[in-house]
Nanobody, 122 residues
Framework: QVQLLESGGGLVQTGGSLRLSCVGSGRSFRDAAMGWFRQAPGKEREFVAAINYGSFVIRYADSVKGRFTISRDNAKNTVYLQMNSLKPEDTAVYYC???????????????WGQGTQVTVSS
């Protein structure tokens, strides 16, 4: 059974940083695009960042460009999200998932995991 386990969330002040990790198990993700998504209270889940299998195609939502960096380590079946200059509007539960390509990242392969809570205080 495929599982995605997100970690690294927490409570930080505005301007702070966090590094999220997502470890996959049950299959190798080295041939898949990986993406980060987030869902704030009362809002729909939204795309944050995506990276292709070889790390040479990367996409970001406009709201996080220049502040967040996605990366991956295929040997560890892990994808990361470095978040800098955090803002209160970044507060959300963050999730990862896999898809065929970065442009079809919304067509995720797997069920959503528990996610990791990020809270940015003003």
């Amino acid at each position: 059974q495929v599982q995605l386990l997100e970690s690294g969330g927490g409570l930080v002040q505005t301007g702070g940083s966090l590094r999220l990790s997502c470890v996959g198990s049950g299959r190798s993700f080295r041939d898949a695009a990986m993406g980060w998504f987030r869902q704030a209270p009362g809002k729909e889940r939204e795309f944050v960042a995506a990276i292709n299998y070889g790390s040479f195609v990367i996409r970001y939502a406009d709201s996080v460009k220049g502040r967040f960096t996605i990366s991956r380590d295929n040997a560890k079946n892990t994808v990361y999200l470095q978040m800098n200059s955090l803002k209160p509007e970044d507060t959300a539960v963050y999730y990862c998932n896999a898809a065929a390509t970065t442009t079809t990242i919304d067509a995720v392969f797997h069920s959503w995991g528990q996610g990791t809570q990020v809270t940015v205080s003003s």
